[in-house]
Structure formats: C-alpha cells, structure tokens
C-alpha cells in the first residue's frame, strides 16, 4: 500500500507541476540556471565515462575474437551497436540519476527543512511549478548529452582499437558502417525522453515531499538514487521490447 501512496503522490505532484505556471521572465531565468546545472554540468563527466567505455568494449571484443574466420570489422560493428543502444542511453541515464538526481533531490530537500518551500506557498507561488518544472524543461535538453556520448564513446572505441593493435581504422570504420539502422539512434532518443523526464521529476518528489532534517536529506537522496535507477532499467526494458521487440 505504501508503494501504491508513493505512486499516487507522485501522479498528483506531476499533475500539479503544470498548473498555475510562474510569470515567463522569472521561469526563463530558472530555466537557464537548471540547464547550466543539470546539463553543462554534466558534460564532463559524461564526456570522461564515455570514451573509456568506448575503449573498453572495443578491447573486451577484440580480445573475444579468437577465431581468425571472423572479420575484423565485427570489432567496430559491436562497438557501435553497444554504444548507441545500451551504454550511451541507458548507462549514462544511471550516472545522471546519481550526479543530477541527488543534486535535485538536496536542493529542494534542504529548502523544504529551511521553510523556503512554504515561503512561496505562503507568497501565492506554485512551489512545484516553481522548483520542479524549470528542471524538466531542462531535460529536454538531455538527448544532446546522449548524442555527445555515442559519438565520444566511439571516438573512444576507435581509438582503443587502432592504437592498441587491435583494429585498422579501415577495418573499424567498415564495421561501424556494417548493417547500420538509423531508427536504432532514434530509439535511443526516445529512450533519453523519457529517462530524461525519470530524472527530473522522481528526485523532485523525494525532495519536495521529505520530512525531518539534514539527516534525512542525505538518506532522501539516497533514496531517489536508488529509485531513479529501478524505474530507468525497468522502463529500458519495456521501450526495447516496445521499440525493437
């Protein structure tokens, strides 16, 4: 029963986010912060994780082609396929519920305990629409950090490749060419959408409605953390089987 409050809760909080919106000049400024926060802000470290995953998967499929009847260009071919299906939406979604979602669920979780929440309410402010839809806004932006991921992780990858032996960049490039699905880019795009909207709105809730004091933000984050990431990998699961099944 908890779990089905919690899922409630969450329904009408989105629900609220829309309604009564903030004056543009104001929402336009918050709307600039969050995208310098959550997504400039994000660049590097999903930039630094991309290329070594690239490298790691290009290596890892080398060193498993032990049989010389195999073409040498399966080793770009499995770099690109894992890259943009898998590692470049879904893992860096994981790694932005832990660096973004904890920061938005502290944020918000320590103007709840400082009162500054029911500041705005006291004022006639939709705190929701407020704190939670400038962050979704936001996150609109996120399928330009998953394209920057692909293309790094397979920068990464060809590098990884051709200068430790492993592949011609012939070879790899021929690989990368090999059977290629444009929708497979577009299904990792609509995957980041929604991932995108996960990340906003779950740390949001875990934020906006926890009780208690400092201590309890570090365990609220904790907890958005560890949501955020359940809700990302069962919903991947259920936009592959929707979109490739």
């Known amino acids: 029963m908890n779990y089905l409050t919690s899922i409630g809760s969450y329904a009408i909080m989105v629900r609220e986010v829309f309604k009564k919106p903030t004056k543009w000049p104001i929402m336009k400024s918050l709307i600039l912060k969050e995208i310098d926060e959550l997504i400039y802000g994000s660049m590097g470290i999903i930039i630094f994780i991309s290329f070594f995953i690239g490298g790691v998967v290009t290596i890892q499929t080398a060193l498993n082609i032990s049989n010389p009847l195999i073409p040498r260009n399966l080793i770009g071919f499995a770099t690109r396929q894992s890259v943009i299906l898998e590692f470049a939406p879904t893992f860096t979604s994981i790694i932005m519920a832990g660096k973004v979602g904890s920061y938005i669920t502290s944020s918000i979780g320590t103007m709840r305990v400082t009162e500054q929440i029911d500041a705005l309410e006291v004022m006639g402010v939709n705190s929701l629409n407020y704190l939670v839809f400038p962050k979704i806004i936001a996150m609109l932006f996120y399928p330009f950090v998953v394209a920057i991921s692909m293309y790094i992780g397979i920068l990464g990858g060809w590098i990884a490749g051709v200068f430790g032996g492993f592949s011609s960049s012939a070879d790899f490039v021929e690989g990368l060419q090999l059977d290629f699905i444009p929708f497979h880019v577009t299904y990792s795009f609509i995957k980041s959408v929604v991932f995108a909207m ?41 936009l592959t089987q929707l979109l490739l099944g």
């Open 198 to 238: 996960v990340i906003a709105t779950i740390p949001s809730y875990h934020g906006y409605y926890m009780k208690g004091g400092a201590l309890e933000v570090g365990k609220a984050s904790t907890i958005s953390f560890v949501w955020t990431s359940v809700v990302i990998i069962i919903l991947n699961y259920i």
